[in-house]
């Protein structure tokens, strides 16, 4: 296909594309005259996935070309993923908790206690080692710690959902596809998935209202519009 289909399958502008091409993000075309080249199928699918990685996932060009370097070399599943995880944002970590240097060093042996308990394979070096332990330490300065047993809970359901993140990309071998949806997972559902966190919340506390105000003799439950603390 030509630049402009290539454009107009992908939804990518021809001016991006002309751009990714002289980064080295998307490779060259196979030339069928001086001026123009044809494109297949792969540089759609690569394109695709520059787009969700510097949009969706909002990677600079740099480490998008850092991510798309270490994806050609991946040769599992795996290691596809681990790209796109590790090279997007961390929660916390980007913005570290100040505090003594003491709060650092508990914080980061609870998040060492419960990812041994959890018997998790997770590297020391793992960015999000970092993150977790930045979050606590945050948390033991708001005094309003979690304890590793209390953590552990929210930690078994968060292996549950990465088991389903994990399903989603069973029977997809060609490392761009895996590293397309992954982008889709990590950038776009985890979001989506904090909003139905939020949502259970408001239901729990509407559910808890109204069950106190039966127990007063009410019996009302608040409406869409009343205020419901959180």
Known sequence: MKISELSRATGVPVAS?????????????????????????GHAQRLRLIKALTTLAGLSIAATRDVLGAIDQAHSSEGALGAVSYALAVPVAARQAAGPEEEEGEAGAEVAELIAALDWQVPDTSPHVAGLTAALKALRGLDAQYAPGELAAYARLAESVARLDLERAAGLEDPVALAER????????????????????????????????SGAGSGAEPGPGSAVPR
Do not use: M, N, S, W
Request: net charge positive.
């Open 17 to 41: 594309i002309k751009y990714f091409l002289r980064q080295g993000l998307l490779p060259a075309g196979r030339a069928t005259a001086a001026t123009q080249a044809a494109y297949g199928e």
């Open 182 to 213: 992954a982008v889709v997972v990590l950038a776009i559902c985890a979001p989506v998935f904090e909003l139905l966190r939020h949502l259970a919340q408001e239901d729990q506390v509407r559910r808890r209202v109204a069950a106190d105000r």
